[in-house]
T-cell receptor, first 114, second 113 residues
């Protein structure tokens, strides 16, 4: 079984530019989550998809962040325009639909905004 | 809201030393508790979990017991190895389908030979 894959693994962009992160969940997993860890701080929830629908986007920091999951498969997270404080590691995770289904995490995308 | 607090790192130990990483939580109801580990260059992996009070999760020599009376889930290992060097995250989730994990800040463990 292929795990959760994220692309790119690293991205360095300048303030004001746009970046799109991609997450491919495990096949058959309806739940897809985005998290972010800013250096030295906790991993914070950004949003949750169930299939193609946004179940909870309460963690999205502001309207510069746009997440999509067209067709209920892979997801993208776009940051436009990027700011310095957006730097961090963005994790994606997926799970099946049952209570207490374990979350499977990708390796993360390290975003650096200069 | 729900939250997780874990001890500040980094924790630096010699091989075969005893490890404790403290974790306490604040939550309504009866959440499930987890320890995740992130090895260098890798993603988060589930290390162990406990779903109700007094449950003990264990894996790879690590243990943690769900203590409702002290709202704690401390991670322990009797004899650490260099390969245990990683970042450890305590987390909780409410027992409702599809709710999100809430993480602590992570504790970096460095084990030297």
């Amino acid at each position: 079984e292929a795990g959760v894959t994220q692309f790119p693994s690293h991205s360095v962009i300048e303030k004001g530019q746009t970046v799109t992160l991609r997450c491919d969940p495990i096949s058959g997993h309806d739940n897809l989550y985005w998290y972010r860890r800013v250096m030295g701080k906790e991993i914070k929830f950004l949003l949750h998809f169930v299939k193609e629908s946004k179940q909870d986007e309460s963690g999205m920091p502001n309207n510069r962040f746009l997440a999509e999951r067209t067709g209920g498969t892979y997801s993208t997270l776009k940051v436009q325009p990027a700011e310095l404080e957006d730097s961090g590691v963005y994790f994606c995770a997926s799970s099946q639909g049952r209570i207490n289904s374990p979350l499977h995490f990708g390796n993360g995308t390290r975003l650096t905004v200069t | 809201g729900d939250s997780v607090t874990q001890m500040e790192g980094p924790v630096t130990l010699s091989e075969e030393a005893f490890l404790t990483i403290n974790c306490t939580y604040t939550a309504t109801g009866y959440p499930s508790l987890f320890w995740y580990v992130q090895y260098p260059g890798e993603g988060l992996q589930l290390l162990l979990k406990a779903t109700k009070a007094d449950d003990k999760g264990s894996n790879k020599g690590f243990e943690a017991t769900y203590r409702k009376e002290t709202t704690s889930f401390h991670l322990e290992k009797g004899s650490v190895q260099v390969s245990d060097s990683a970042v450890y995250f305590c987390a909780l989730i409410q027992n409702q389908a599809g709710t999100a994990l809430i993480f602590g800040k992570g504790t970096t463990l460095s084990v030297s030979s």
